[in-house]
């Protein structure tokens, strides 16, 4: 029998998540994008509910295209939060078009992708053992998390920016009983 981690054996969808997606390494900067604004509407929902909507969500949303939603309008916010199946909540809303502006920016201004900069950072962080230590995670979150801030970007707490680096598989969230680790 597989052995997941116990928030993926609450139904069908999330094991397959699990299985499937979770933590697995992501290093194209628009799925990280995408994942991002996943992880900001997930903010005091369950996780469940996002994988639910997700389709809604990216429809709704140009598909998570940074240059689209950096240029989104009080009208076109007004008409997503008027369709089914997304999660109406405007500071969320307001919050992943505002980050797509800040993404955009650092396009414009040459800077390194996102997932080049994680990407060394943890090989920084992992050169002496692969699997980083608690301690490392910590240091690895809070550094991800001050590089959002210069950025200007909003609702990348700890929580946001963490469950970002497990979800892209920057850092490993699995728990130990399960067979991931093993």
């Known amino acids: 029998m597989t052995q997941r981690c116990a928030w993926a054996n609450k139904s069908a969808l999330l094991m397959h998540y699990h299985d499937e997606e979770w933590g697995r390494p992501v290093v194209d900067d628009d799925l990280l994008f995408k994942q991002l604004c996943l992880q900001i509407f997930q903010t005091g929902l369950s996780w469940s509910l996002i994988l639910q909507r997700r389709d809604a969500l990216s429809n709704a949303l140009a598909q998570f ?5 950096a240029g989104f309008t009080q009208r076109e916010k007004q008409m997503y939060l008027n369709k089914n ?6 500071r969320k809303l307001d919050a992943i078009v505002h980050n797509a502006q800040c993404w955009q920016e650092t396009r414009h201004e040459g800077l390194a992708p996102l997932a080049q900069l994680l990407l060394l950072q943890a090989d920084y962080q992992t050169d002496e053992d692969p699997k980083m230590s608690a301690e490392a995670v910590c240091t690895f979150t809070g550094q991800t998390r ?5 950025w200007s970007m909003i609702w990348v707490g700890p929580g946001v920016t963490r469950n970002l680096l497990a ?9 130990v009983t399960c067979d991931a680790n093993k």
């Open 146 to 150: 001050q590089k959002f801030m210069d």
């Open 65 to 69: 295209d940074v240059d689209t939603l």
């Open 167 to 175: 979800a892209t598989g920057f850092i490993d969230g699995h728990e």
């Open 85 to 90: 199946g997304v999660i109406a909540n405007p």
